[in-house]
């Protein structure tokens, strides 16, 4: 089965730029998106096929997809951005998710 | 504004059986495939189970394929989740969520119900 892998962990300084990697088998041949979760609240999509903002996300929040890895990227990087973000694929009718990534903004 | 709330969650021993409902409105429910995806606590997320806008196409998670049907009654605008045969493995919290197919052409997830817990316990 398709899996996509996330680092457990980024750590990252205010106002710095924080890189999500999500790596998978030929990655780059599908569309990725991205869902930040916070403490007791449900997932919000962040980003969609690849690089698209959904209204009201904030234009720091970028991502990219090339080779077999996508990439959150998180400009100027705010405590309001702490959470676990996901990454998703859709692979062959089956829907999958990276095992998240936990952001601390130190 | 579009909303989804999940209901039907509670304790369950293993084997037994148990009926998620979400309650859908604020958007044209019966033109959207339609999710459940679930939490296992302090864990990440795992899709579970998808159907069409018109109900006919159903696909299934392998680790619930055969335990779980999901459903959908459009004219209640309610997504269902039968689940059966539980096993202590099933325990999480339990999302709807919305398939975006139709308004951007692709199968991002753009709207979550707030989660029904589901814990299977003896």
């Known amino acids: 089965s398709y899996e996509l892998t996330q680092p457990p962990s980024v750590s990252v300084s205010p106002g710095q730029t924080a890189n999500i990697a999500c790596s998978g088998h030929?990655?780059?041949?599908?569309?990725v998106c991205w869902y930040q979760q916070k403490p007791g609240q449900s997932p919000v999509l962040v980003i969609y096929?690849?690089?698209k903002r959904p209204s009201g996300i904030p234009e720091r929040l970028s991502g990219s997809n090339s080779g077999n890895t996508a990439t959150l990227t998180i400009s100027g990087t705010q405590s309001m951005d702490e959470g676990d973000y996901y990454c998703?694929?859709?692979?062959?009718?089956?829907?999958?998710f990276g095992g998240g990534t936990k952001l601390t903004v130190l | 504004q579009v909303q989804l709330v999940e209901s039907g969650g509670g304790v369950v021993q293993p084997g037994r059986s148990l009926r998620l409902s979400c309650a859908a409105s604020?958007?044209?429910?019966?033109?959207?495939?339609m999710h459940w995806v679930r939490q296992s606590p302090g864990k990440g997320l795992e899709w579970v189970a998808v159907?069409?806008?018109?109900?006919?196409?159903?696909y299934y998670a392998d680790s619930v394929k055969g335990r779980f049907t999901i459903s959908r009654d459009n004219s209640k605008n309610t997504l269902y989740l039968q689940m059966n045969t539980l096993k202590p493995e099933d325990t999480a919290l339990y999302y709807c969520?919305?398939?975006?197919?139709?308004?951007?052409?692709?199968?991002?997830?753009?709207?979550w119900g707030q989660g029904t817990l589901v814990t299977v316990s003896s």
């Open positions: 969520a919305r398939d975006a197919l139709v308004i951007t052409g692709h199968h991002e997830f753009d709207y």
């Open positions: 604020g958007f044209s429910f019966s033109t959207h495939t």
């Open positions: 159907i069409s806008y018109h109900g006919t196409d159903k």
């Open positions: 030929e990655l780059g041949n599908k569309y």
């Open positions: 096929q690849d690089n």
């Open positions: 998703q694929a859709w692979v062959s009718g089956v829907w999958v």
